[in-house]
């Protein structure tokens, strides 16, 4: 390989999955000691052209190259063997193994790790990189957030020369951001060859020296990212038309109220207290692993109260959950849209039908017909990317499949709706889309937002409140300008300047 030669060469990458063209006739060039970042809308074909480097997808034709050589069948070992590692959107860990096994895992260059080492070269890479966390933790207790750092603390533990990052800061909070950022750029200065995705424009004019843009399967842009000259440029160019990601967040009164804990508590909940009425949007903000998967699994009737009192539409938990309606009651959204919002082996209309067929049914008999027409109306609304509704949920790119969950949870016309990460993984038109949605749909219910996206929280929100250790540390007005300046240091547990918190002890 000269100098001058790329680390990874794709020449005419295509790939298809029956009527549905994926990557078509794709060629990039991945340079070692550059950040190159990869856009597109959901289902442009950038998850597909990454697994295929990585070796887990077989293209239908062109080449690899990688320092210049030809790859013949390329497998997922090849991929490893050649250095190349990826963090991927939807995480590939062993949720019974411990955090330190998962990151060592599959390591076959010493005949013998012990536990006690494994644990503490595991500690001091998450230390390195400012990513801590437990590394004697089993994987099926962690929250999304500490799953996505076991992901990248692997890859950082192969000290791979090809890293590819697909939507890494999804799930982490702006300080964890910018260490990564930090951690990126520390890579491309080793020579390293750092292909990054996501769908947040202000990160990839931040961190990314290449951008390569994809829209239907295809290479439309392909250029340097002090060629752009703005995130609005960069949007048009991603969706080929101007996208501001602007909405109008008019105010309303708020009415009755529809979800109310008091004294809620268990094992990591402290003294819940939240009130939330229709009209409005209350957010809850925090890093990943302080209390907010407990309290969302506990309002939506997933674990029972150990003490407190949860309220919903009126009725008290025990109530509320013995005979839940369908429909004009609770929707959630998960944050896991593979494991628990969806089944990956049904067809769209299966899927829909998971929290919507009561609504389908007269007496023991299921309408199927009326359920896929309905789905057919779902996937045109909410324009999901699919060759038709017998196709599998597993078919879907995470973005289509996150827009179906909420086609499908929207469709039930809620009172009170739990959004966990509501436009993880979306690309900028569709998280307009899904903004506009949920502001339309505090009209008629009041909505929990469970978000690690400040901007979204601050865009969306009337109230924001900041989880930290279980606790609800403040709770504040977005037109509270003081508090909004202090949100990043409230969730790392430094008290605010104000009154709003006193001690977090």
Request: aromatic residues 6%; negative net charge; hydrophobic residues 40%.
């Amino acid at each position: 390989m000269t100098p001058s030669s790329p680390l990874i060469r794709l020449e005419s990458i295509r790939k298809t999955y029956g009527p549905v063209v994926a990557n078509d006739n794709i060629s990039l060039d991945f340079s070692a000691g550059k950040i190159t970042a990869l856009l597109g809308e959901n289902g442009a074909g950038k998850s597909t052209l990454m697994s295929i480097l990585a070796g887990r997808t077989q293209p239908d034709s062109g080449r690899i190259m990688i320092d210049g050589e030809l790859q013949k069948k390329f497998s997922t070992q090849a991929a490893i063997n050649a250095g190349i590692g990826m963090v991927y959107q939807h995480f590939q860990l062993v949720e019974a193994m411990t955090v330190a096994e998962n990151i060592y895992l599959g390591r076959h260059d010493r005949f013998w790790l012990s536990p006690k080492r494994m644990i503490r070269e595991a500690t001091e890479l998450g230390q390195r990189f400012g990513l801590q966390i437990d590394p004697s933790a089993r994987v099926d207790s962690l929250s999304m957030g500490e799953k996505q750092r076991v992901e990248i603390l692997k890859l950082l533990q192969r000290e791979c020369r090809i890293l590819i990052f697909d939507e890494p800061t999804a799930v982490l909070t702006p300080q964890e951001g910018e260490q990564l950022f930090e951690a990126m750029k520390f890579m491309a200065a080793q020579e390293k060859a750092v292909v990054f995705i996501s769908h947040k424009l202000s990160e990839v004019m931040a961190v990314a020296d290449d951008i390569a843009i994809l829209r239907k399967g295809a290479i439309v842009d392909d250029i340097a990212a002090s060629e752009v000259t703005s995130e609005a440029d960069l949007a048009r160019r991603m969706v080929g038309r101007d996208v501001l990601l602007h909405v109008d967040r008019t105010p309303l009164e708020p009415k009755q109220v529809f979800l109310e804990t008091d004294g809620l508590g268990d094992a990591v909940l402290k003294d819940i207290r939240i009130t939330l009425r229709q009209g409005e949007i209350l957010g809850i903000v925090g890093v990943a692993g302080n209390g907010q998967k407990q309290l969302v699994e506990t309002i939506c009737g997933l674990r029972p109260p150990e003490t407190g009192r949860v309220r919903i539409l009126g009725l008290e938990w025990n109530d509320f959950f013995r005979n839940m309606p369908w429909d004009a009651a609770l929707s959630y959204i998960p944050e896991d849209r593979q494991g628990l919002a969806t089944c990956l082996g049904l067809d769209l209309v299966d899927n829909v039908l998971l929290t919507t067929r009561q609504g389908f049914t007269t007496g023991p008999w299921l309408n199927r017909g009326k359920a896929e027409q309905k789905t057919r109306e779902l996937v045109g609304q909410f324009s999901i990317r699919t060759p038709g509704t017998g196709t599998t949920a597993a078919r879907l790119s995470g973005g289509n499949l996150q827009k179906m969950v909420l086609a499908r949870e929207f469709y039930r016309r809620p009172r009170v709706i739990v959004a966990e990460q509501p436009t993880q993984g979306l690309d900028i038109g569709a998280m307009e889309e899904v903004w506009t949605i949920l502001l339309k749909a505090r009209e008629r219910a009041g909505i929990l937002l469970v978000t690690g996206d400040l901007k979204e929280a601050i865009t969306l929100c009337d109230r924001i409140a900041v989880m930290f250790e279980g606790r609800i540390v403040d709770e504040f007005s977005t037109e509270d300008s003081e508090k909004l300046a202090q949100i990043g240091l409230m969730m790392a547990g430094v008290p605010s300047g104000r009154d709003g918190l006193s001690s977090l002890s």
